[in-house]
């Protein structure tokens, strides 16, 4: 057994990501500024962004996002359950009510089949979430949203680096969609809180940078700045999303490394696949039918109660004692109370999504775990799984 505990997830900061922040705090510009717009144009160099735009949170880019639409009272936003509860949250802070398609059991995605289904006059955006970095089947849902005229809003926090038949996520150009990319530090990359919204519409670039300090036509290190002028307009009532050039210094130097990081994930990925292959009691993630790149951000297995005799979290308990952390991504949206007691969801709603729910798990994956660490959970797994009941 392990001497020290395994984390499910570790951020790998460098000493010159440490440096860049001594930089910005030795500086005396610690909050928005050049930093944060040179990752701004590092980030849409790499994804080919038209526009990119740095925020303290993925949250703060979905908020803004939908904002930025016009969502409001009276709209429908179809989403995904198997999602962190950001999706959901930012599109009632709106006003709009978010509507749940069930997923796919093969790619724990939205089910672009059920998507016309959940059309209504009402229905203004489709919100797809690229699950663990496994893109979604974005050419379906934007034929749908073409025919009907609905904005897309990528949820693209797992998915940095990923691809879909060729493309970045995050290259669209698409009028009406934009994506959106989370550096909290469980993340592909991180910034300790951060986010990136991209898009190919100049009007939600335009509307986005306005929203995310007070919708004041220029930020502080334009009205602060040598050559900046002490004059600014409100437009519009926004919020305090901006990010840190303390921030932006670590995200700078993490883009730079996250091909690497990356290419570590799906090779720890593909190790986990050869050692489980032929484990009863789990049930391995599975690809998609069509051409993609896997971001690999976590590494989510089913568990297999039937077979195994145990409960999910009996299994997690069980790597525990091991020194094994795991994960839970995530429990359905629509079984937490709040949004039970408001849209009336239950149990049997959305069984696909409730049937992943009760059984996954998301195993230690991060680009620094050393090839002892992956034999550790290998090992560990395996032994738990061939232990049966006790
Ligand atoms: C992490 C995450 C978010 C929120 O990201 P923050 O940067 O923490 O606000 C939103 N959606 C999904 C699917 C996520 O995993």
Redesign the pocket.
């Known amino acids: 057994m392990r001497e020290s505990f395994l984390p499910f997830a570790r951020p790998a900061i460098s000493e010159e990501a440490i440096a860049a922040v001594a930089d910005s705090l030795r500086s005396g510009w610690i909050t928005t500024g050049p930093k944060a717009q040179a990752f701004e144009e590092e980030f849409a160099a790499y994804t080919g962004a038209p526009f990119a735009l740095a925020l303290n949170?993925?949250?703060?880019?979905?908020h803004l996002a939908f904002l930025a639409l016009g969502l409001g009272h009276g709209d429908e936003v179809i989403t995904t359950p198997m999602?962190?509860v950001?999706?959901v949250n930012t599109i009632l802070w709106t006003g709009a009510r978010p509507i749940l398609v069930d997923i796919d059991r093969e790619t724990l995605n939205i089910d672009t089949a059920r998507l016309k289904a959940a059309l209504t006059e009402r229905t203004r955006a489709i919100v797809p979430?690229h699950?663990a970095g496994l893109p979604c089947d974005m050419d379906a849902v934007e034929a749908i949203a073409a025919e009907r005229e609905l904005a897309v809003v990528e949820?693209a926090?797992?998915a940095l680096g990923a691809r879909y038949k060729g493309r970045l996520i995050g290259s669209s150009k698409e009028k009406r969609h934009a994506t959106?990319f989370?550096?909290?530090p469980?993340?592909n990359i991180t910034t300790g809180?951060?986010?990136m919204l991209c898009t190919g519409d100049e009007e939600i670039a335009e509307k986005t940078a306005l929203l995310r300090q007070h919708g004041m036509s220029k930020g502080a290190w334009k009205r602060y700045a040598v050559q900046g002028t002490p004059h600014y307009d409100v437009h519009f009532p926004g919020l305090k999303y901006n990010m840190l050039d303390i921030e932006a210094a670590i995200g700078r130097d993490q883009l730079r490394r996250l091909e690497g990081f990356n290419g570590r994930r799906r090779e720890i990925a593909a190790r986990y696949d050869a050692a489980f292959a032929d484990l009863p009691g789990l049930i391995l993630p599975r690809g998609a039918s069509y051409d993609h790149l896997h971001s690999r951000?976590i590494y989510t297995p089913l568990v297999d109660t039937d077979a195994l005799g145990f409960s999910r979290d009996a299994f997690m308990a069980r790597l525990r004692e091991f020194n094994i952390g795991t994960a839970l991504?995530y429990q359905a949206v629509h079984l937490f109370s709040y949004y039970g007691k408001t849209f009336g969801w239950r149990r049997g709603d959305f069984p696909e999504a409730e049937h992943v729910s009760d059984r996954i798990v998301s195993l230690p994956l991060f680009p620094a775990m050393t090839d002892d660490d992956v034999s550790d959970v290998i090992e560990t797994v395996r032994a738990v799984c061939l232990s049966g009941g006790r």
């Open positions: 949170s993925a949250t703060a880019g979905l999602t962190f950001a999706t979430v699950f949820d926090a797992h959106v989370s550096f909290h469980t993340k809180e951060g986010g951000h991504h």
